[in-house]
């Protein structure tokens, strides 16, 4: 499976799970825009890209701002010719009580995660001519919660919905449009995790980001044209145990 000359846009590509799905693209051959809105690592990561071999350009960009979104794709187009794949990965989380979580705050995470999901995807399907596909990163927690986590949960839900929303209306266009809920992803310490870490999920491991690279592979692969609106779970299989206190 190549992507060679493939145009990519990853959002949230400075650090986490959506640098390692830009720099595994790259890798495949795709021409990368690195969409961040921290300008050094957002560069690290295009510089990265670059001194490996690949081709990456990194655009300063607030996902929050619907101007940036627009110069966003603008910039890839002029540069690259057009747009293939968006990968929509940014996003932020606050753990705050819903006693505490301020309008302000609950505003900051629903713009971040899910109103950019639907700017991005929107902007991008203009410079699609000839179709293309998005993924956007959801969430296990957008079907399960643990405690102070109603910001994130509702944005993480209203993805996977405007996920198959899209999907429908883009059918037309050509334009797939899929999610990934990912579990537990370690993006820093993974060699200081537990066995009980790894041993509590059926898989036997905690999740790695390049796990999640691979599934936008398949979910973005011209070849699987036929799959789109969906939301695919990657979790180890964690979703799926049943757990009881003993």
Same mark, same amino acid.
């Given at each position: 499976?190549?992507?060679?000359?493939?145009?990519?846009?990853?959002?949230? !590509?400075?650090?986490?799970?959506?640098?390692?799905?830009?720099?595994?693209?790259?890798?495949?051959?795709?021409?990368?825009? =690195?969409?961040?809105?921290?300008?050094?690592?957002?560069?690290?990561?295009?510089?990265?890209?670059?001194?490996?071999?690949?081709?990456?350009?990194?655009?300063?960009?607030?996902?929050?701002? &619907?101007?940036?979104?627009?110069? %966003?794709?603008? /910039?890839?187009?002029?540069?690259? #010719?057009?747009?293939?794949?968006?990968?929509?990965?940014?996003?932020? *989380?606050?753990?705050? *009580?819903?006693?505490?979580?301020?309008?302000?705050?609950?505003?900051?995470? =629903?713009?971040?995660?899910?109103?950019?999901?639907?700017?991005?995807?929107?902007?991008?399907?203009?410079?699609?001519?000839?179709?293309?596909?998005?993924?956007?990163?959801?969430?296990?927690?957008?079907?399960?919660?643990? &405690?102070?986590?109603?910001?994130?949960?509702?944005? /993480?839900?209203?993805?996977?919905? %405007?996920?198959? !929303? %899209?999907?429908?209306?883009?059918?037309?266009?050509?334009?797939?449009?899929?999610?990934? *809920?990912?579990?537990?992803?370690?993006?820093?310490? $993974?060699?200081?995790? *537990?066995?009980?870490?790894?041993?509590?999920?059926?898989?036997?491991?905690?999740?790695? &980001?390049?796990?999640?690279?691979?599934?936008?592979?398949?979910?973005?692969?011209?070849?699987?044209?036929?799959?789109? #609106?969906?939301? %695919?779970?990657?979790?180890?299989?964690?979703?799926?145990?049943?757990? $009881?206190?003993?």
């Amino acid at each position: 499976m190549d992507f060679i000359d493939k145009v990519v846009v990853v959002t949230g !590509a400075g650090n986490g799970i959506g640098k390692t799905v830009a720099i595994e693209y790259a890798k495949k051959g795709a021409k990368v825009a =690195i969409a961040e809105i921290h300008q050094e690592a957002g560069q690290q990561t295009a510089d990265q890209i670059n001194q490996n071999g690949g081709e990456a350009i990194f655009i300063q960009t607030d996902v929050r701002l &619907p101007k940036d979104i627009e110069d %966003l794709f603008w /910039k890839v187009s002029r540069e690259f #010719g057009g747009v293939d794949i968006v990968i929509n990965n940014a996003g932020v *989380s606050r753990w705050k *009580s819903p006693l505490e979580l301020t309008v302000e705050e609950w505003d900051d995470i =629903i713009n971040t995660n899910l109103r950019s999901v639907f700017l991005c995807t929107r902007e991008a399907a203009k410079y699609m001519e000839k179709g293309g596909s998005v993924v956007n990163l959801a969430s296990t927690r957008a079907l399960m919660s643990e &405690p102070n986590s109603e910001g994130y949960a509702a944005t /993480k839900g209203g993805i996977v919905a %405007l996920t198959h !929303a %899209l999907a429908v209306s883009l059918g037309e266009k050509r334009i797939r449009v899929n999610a990934i *809920s990912p579990g537990w992803i370690e993006t820093r310490n $993974y060699e200081q995790l *537990s066995h009980a870490d790894h041993a509590q999920h059926p898989a036997q491991r905690v999740g790695k &980001p390049e796990d999640i690279a691979r599934a936008c592979f398949y979910l973005t692969n011209p070849e699987n044209d036929f799959v789109t #609106g969906q939301n %695919l779970v990657i979790d180890g299989g964690m979703t799926v145990k049943m757990i $009881y206190e003993e």
